[in-house]
């Protein structure tokens, strides 16, 4: 998003004029010093829109969390002074000093509204198994704290010592998760009784959490449980992390009534925020771009925001002010909270939507086939098509010039025609394939959930599926994708290699082991040498296709120094086998599977721009080898190229007539084959707007979409843009 496009209206000392059908976010400056600061309301949904306010309730104080209309503060940074504020009737009500150890507060909670008889503000503690809690009765004399351990009622439960997170409110009762890595996870009912003299807490088991079996590779960490809430139940998030980014999310619905948990396939109209700074925020409807988990990064700026429905992750930015620098000794920071006010609650339960299957997606019961066209009989003639007036042999032949796209699109204007795909096998079909093939690698995403495999064109943006076959079902991971074939995965079982395009599936014997870092091919696998190569710790594993014994063979890396994280993107070239490491640094390997197999790390990661952390891509070109730098969200993106002779990167400026195709998992590097695609690197990435695909052009140095062959729109970095958590990746056309 460009700064110029940017609203950013004045509102004085005073609430700005917010749109209930958006859910708004506050960006607060605190300075600790003088207690100055300014606040930006802005919105996910429309962030072009912003509002520069001086709020007096909210100069010095942090936003905690929103419940029942009230928002919770607690002065900045020592968070010992707490108040509670309703913006509709501008009632401020002030609690009495906390002591506590500085930052050691975790998260608070507003069971009830502070005019219930039995209200209490509710915090937690970091790593302690307290309670630390003030009666909100307007009858008490005077309001003061009191701190209660549970860590005894949460030993009885669990059996281990731990804490508890995520209180949620749901039907006017708290729930909490435990958290301890050597126990099982419990959802707990934390029941609130309060009395004249005294406030009783007891925990109490709800229901014992299943391990998780959420397959998310070997190299992947989780993030959570999360608990959330509705007025109609419970649910939880977790988040998984692969090369420190987002690559799955996961929710999990509690049945109140049967205390059994089942994937969520939609939010509904509801936005869920998960808030990594404490802020606790109940689930929100909104009338505008529901069904969203939005993830709030302080340290980034930014803010992902999941799709629960169709499974991508949106990236936008959130709004900076502009601050003069702070001087010697004084504390500047800022935090995005949620506006949640008024408070609302969703209508009804969160259930899950059948999905329609377009008839783009329709599966083909029938293997074998022809390219015979039948008609369905038809109870009404009067809406029969005008293509049954053509002879069946010239709608053969209007078929036999059709390619796949061409030929579902045709299908698709009339459901009485039930012509399965032509058999890719069929040599005329393969020539007309391959023709309309020749212009790029296509991004090919495979919907576990709706058991198809679907192919986008990244300059067209035609897009077609087929059915994926029963081997493919289940959580699977793509470990690569070259000449054609993708390598994947049930976690590091179930190994095989699949061609999408003839349905080509060759298994390959299990590698039980469970660090694996990345794999690569030497040469097609139809080829008699064919070489599988896998990274993982200090270890190289290679398995030969067509050798038997079918097994994998077992290299040991000795490292001088720091041993790299782990390698990436490895490449043949001629006898040698190139990858890269997570630092950026190349190393070649020699006689890969010989007795004198040899490796040296040929030169560091090129001096690069980037000012916060790049992901390094590596590509080859017939015998180049080519370096991508790109910047955390694309904020820069350079290019290098190896010098074989003097081993070191040396800085270009463009492709010339190639282009470069980047996703986790592949980076492919091929010459145009028409004009309007060189010197461009294409990103797995949609925009968030149009749906295109979205590249960089070396011509403009910026982010772009095609409508036809026409270059449009213009970002100049990925905010705006959303990319896909199914395994998907891109790949070259191959039907041999």
Not at 188 to 215: G, T, W, Y
Not at 354 to 376: I, L
Not at 444 to 458: S, Y
Not at 597 to 623: G, I
Request: with cysteine; net charge negative; hydrophobic share 35%.
């Amino acid at each position: 998003m460009d700064e110029s496009q940017i609203s950013c209206r004045p509102a004085g000392d005073r609430i700005p004029p917010l749109s209930g059908k958006h859910v708004w976010l506050v960006a607060q400056t605190l300075e600790a010093e003088d207690m100055i600061g300014d606040q930006i309301f802005f919105s996910i949904h429309d962030p072009l829109s912003q509002y520069r306010c001086r709020v007096p309730e909210l100069v010095g104080r942090r936003i905690r969390g929103c419940f029942h209309g009230w928002v919770i503060m607690s002065n900045h940074p020592y968070n010992i002074m707490w108040s509670l504020w309703n913006p509709l009737t501008s009632k401020l009500t002030r609690l009495p000093p906390l002591n506590h150890e500085d930052g050691d507060i975790s998260e608070c909670c507003l069971p009830s509204p502070p005019d219930d008889p039995g209200s209490i503000l509710l915090l937690t503690r970091k790593g302690k198994p307290t309670f630390v809690f003030c009666r909100l009765d307007r009858k008490r004399k005077r309001l003061r704290w009191t701190e209660m351990s549970y860590a005894k009622q949460l030993k009885n439960i669990t059996g281990e010592d731990g804490v508890v997170h995520s209180l949620t409110c749901c039907n006017g009762k708290l729930f909490a998760l435990n958290t301890d890595g050597d126990c099982d996870d419990f959802l707990i009912e934390v029941d609130i009784v309060v009395k004249a003299r005294e406030v009783v807490i007891n925990l109490l088991p709800f229901v014992k959490l299943p391990s998780d079996s959420h397959v998310s590779g070997p190299n992947n960490c989780s993030i959570g449980p999360f608990l959330k809430g509705t007025c109609s139940g419970l649910f939880i998030v977790i988040l998984y992390f692969k090369w420190k980014l987002v690559c799955s999310v996961r929710l999990v619905k509690l049945d109140m009534t049967r205390k059994l948990l089942e994937e969520m396939g939609d939010l509904d109209d509801g936005i869920c925020f998960l808030d990594f700074g404490c802020n606790n925020v109940p689930v929100i409807p909104s009338e505008l771009g529901g069904g969203y988990v939005h993830m709030l990064c302080e340290e980034d700026k930014a803010t992902h925001s999941y799709n629960v429905k169709d499974k991508t992750l949106s990236l936008s930015s959130m709004p900076r002010l502009d601050l003069p620098p702070p001087t010697s000794g004084e504390s500047r920071t800022s935090y995005v909270s949620v506006w949640s006010i008024p408070e609302c609650r969703l209508k009804g339960d969160h259930g899950e939507i059948n999905h329609m299957v377009d008839s783009k997606h329709e599966e083909d019961k029938e293997e074998d086939v022809t390219t015979a066209v039948e008609v369905n009989s038809m109870t009404n003639q009067h809406d029969e098509s005008y293509l049954f007036n053509i002879p069946f042999h010239v709608l053969e032949m209007i078929m036999e010039f059709c390619v796949d796209i061409d030929y579902v699109n045709f299908r698709a204007t009339c459901k009485q025609l039930t012509a399965p795909v032509t058999r890719w096998s069929n040599r005329a079909s393969l020539t007309r394939l391959q023709r309309y093939s020749l212009v790029s690698p296509w991004l090919m995403v495979l919907d576990k959930d709706q058991g198809v495999i679907a192919f986008t064109d990244p300059m067209f943006g035609d897009q077609y599926s087929v059915r994926s076959p029963t081997e493919l079902k289940g959580d699977l991971l793509i470990w690569c994708s070259m000449y054609g074939w993708l390598l994947m995965s049930k976690g590091t079982e179930s190994m095989m290699l699949f061609n999408p395009f003839t349905s080509d599936i060759r298994k390959l014997p299990n590698l039980e082991v469970d660090f694996l870092d990345s794999f690569c091919l030497s040469t097609p696998p139809t080829s008699p040498d064919c070489m599988v190569v896998g990274f993982g710790g200090c270890d190289v594993f290679v398995h030969f296709i067509a050798r038997e014994p079918a097994t994998w063979l077992r290299l040991g890396l000795v490292f001088v120094g720091d041993a790299p994280s782990f390698f990436r993107f490895s490449t043949s070239c001629g006898q040698d086998l190139h990858a890269l490491s997570s630092e950026g640094r190349l190393s070649v390997f020699t006689n890969i599977c010989k007795e004198n197999y040899s490796w040296v790390e040929v030169e560091e990661a090129p001096t690069s721009c980037c000012r916060t952390l790049a992901q390094y891509f590596l590509a080859k070109h017939d015998q180049d080898i080519l370096l991508v730098i790109v910047e955390e969200f694309g904020e820069s993106v350079e290019l290098f190229k190896l010098n074989l002779y003097a081993k070191k990167w040396e800085k270009i400026d463009g492709l010339g007539k190639q282009m470069i195709y980047i996703c986790g998992t592949t980076c492919l590097c091929m010459e145009a084959k028409i004009p309007e695609m060189e010197n461009k690197i294409f990103f797995a990435l949609l925009h968030s707007k149009n749906g295109k695909i979205v590249f960089y052009s070396l011509d403009t140095c910026r982010y772009h979409t095609f409508s036809g062959k026409s270059v449009v729109e213009s970002l100049g970095s990925f905010f705006g843009t959303k990319q896909y958590l199914h395994p998907h990746a891109w790949i070259e056309p191959n039907y041999s």
